[in-house]
């Protein structure tokens, strides 16, 4: 488990790399899930099971594993990007648009109740803003740093889903809070 990061003077967090990769979906730590279609379990980050549960088909989430163990056994901090890249071609599930946040912030709690240290980290940004600051345009879970003019986003746009999130677990947290998806 990482050391806690220095964080800003203000807490702010502007994006999920270096001493603050450990907000990242990416970051690998013990995370519990688990649905009527796939069994409950811990899995190593937070990406792949979010992506298997884009879809109710287990023959899909079984090919979704597939990548992700494949990729995991080349090179490790690649495989969450595997199963990402998988999930774009899925066929989402058709209550997608209204579940993914629920899914996201059950995933988000597990993780930094589940993982101490990390609870720590998030803790210590005290009331500071956390943004998922990306380069690759994602509006919805974050902010694009920069501007992809072909699908029509400007540096600062974003929903920045993801950093809210965080932002209320931080809250719930500091209340005391600890919200284990499951007890694995």
Known sequence: MPSIPNPSPDGAVTEFRGPHRLFSNMFRAPVAWGDAVTAARLWACNELPYVLAKTLSAEERALGLAVFERAEAREPDKAGMAVRRWGKRLV???????????????????KFARNPALGEALVATGDGLIEEGNS???????????????????????????????????????QGEHHLALPL
Do not use: C, F, K
């Open 92 to 110: 989402l599930r058709p209550n997608w648009d209204t579940t993914r946040r629920g899914v996201m912030l059950a995933l988000v709690r597990d």
């Open 136 to 174: 690759w345009g994602d509006v919805y879970w974050g902010i694009a740093r920069r501007a992809v003019p072909e699908r029509g986003i400007r540096a600062g746009d974003g929903e920045n889903h993801l950093g809210r999130i965080l932002m209320q677990v931080r809250a719930e947290l500091r």
